[in-house]
Structure formats: C-alpha cells, structure tokens
C-alpha cells in the first residue's frame, strides 16, 4: 500500500505524485503492475448494493438510535399518563424519520444514477501503449487520457490540460448551465 502523500495529490507538483504513485511519466504502469495494484486495492467502483429499497431506507430511519430513544420517551410519557408530551414526542419522532428517510432515499437515488452513468471504458497508457480498459479496471497510478464529452470515471490529478471545461451538473442537482460571462 502506498503511504499517505505528503499533501493532497490535487497540491503537489506532477513530479512528486509520479513519484509517489511509482509511475513512469512516460509509459504509465507496466500491465503486470496494474494488476498487482487492482488485486491490492480492488475495483474503481462506487460502493453500495444497486437497487434502492424503499424498505431498507425507512427500517434503517425507524431503528436509528436517535428514533428508538424518542419511541422510550414516548412510551414512558404515555404510561404516566402525560398524553401531550407523548404526542408531542411522537410528532417529533415520525416528522424525523420522515425528514431522514426523503434525505436517505434521495441520496441513495442519486448514487445510484451516478453508477448507471458511470463510463463503461477508459483509455488509460500502460506498457507504452494507449488501450482502453474497463473503468473498473483503472488503479492508483494509471495515466488517463480524455477528450471532449468523455465522462472521468475516477478521481484524477489532471497533468497536462487544453481548454478544460466541466459539466458537474450532475453531481450539483443543477438544472440548467450557468451561463458564462
């Protein structure tokens, strides 16, 4: 595994990240080494199940602790017989899982549009050659190469750049582009 760089990749000047990332500035990784690294650190993959169930995001609101600690207050309040606090308590308990199951679910949602999304290749120099891989297949240290309307799929210290422009609307939630002045 590599040690933690000195500085965040996106602050050191490009000679240090080659160097800390072990990578030839010309030939990329060599094949052999770009395996090594997939099997040490596993797949370019965003994590979570796929499918978002409804189920699964409310169970988990309903047995977050914050929920089951305003459930006993409420429960305790009922049994003393102070039934407006109990509603009370109960109001706020539903109105939080309702908060956090609309937050949860939308999140999940939009993790799971950003896997469907997510470019299928890549082209990547390995060995001294320019081939495409799977974008699961990129690792730390790969040089990546991209043109107009390629979607990144990894994060990426970007080394060499001519007229770069970003669409992050998709990640932001923004509707319509910002027009440029």
Known sequence: MF??????????????V????????DDGLTPQEAAQRLGLYGFNE??????VSVFAVLYRQIVNALTLVLVIAMV??????????????????????LIGFTQEYRAEKTMESLRRMAS???????????????TRDIVIGD?????EGDV??????LFEVFN???????????????AKS
Do not use: C, M, W
């Not at 080659?18 to 500035?25: A, G, L, N, S, V």
């Not at 305790?76 to 939080?96: L, M």
């Not at 040089?143 to 043109?147: A, G, K, Q, V």
């Open 120 to 134: 299928p290749t890549t082209r990547v120099i390995r060995g001294d050659s320019l081939i495409s891989v799977p």
């Open 18 to 25: 080659f160097i800390h990332t072990k990578t030839d500035i």
């Open 164 to 178: 770069l422009e970003v669409d992050e609307a998709l990640l932001t939630g923004e509707s319509i582009p910002v």
């Open 46 to 51: 965003l994590s979570g199940q796929g499918n």
């Open 76 to 97: 305790i309040s009922f049994v003393f017989k102070d039934y407006v606090e109990g509603a009370v308590i109960a109001f706020v308990a539903v109105t939080n899982t």
């Open 152 to 157: 990144i799929g990894a994060d990426a210290r």
């Open 143 to 147: 040089i990546i190469l991209f043109e």
């Open 3 to 16: 040690p933690d760089p000195p500085a965040p990749y996106h602050t050191l000047p490009v000679n240090q």
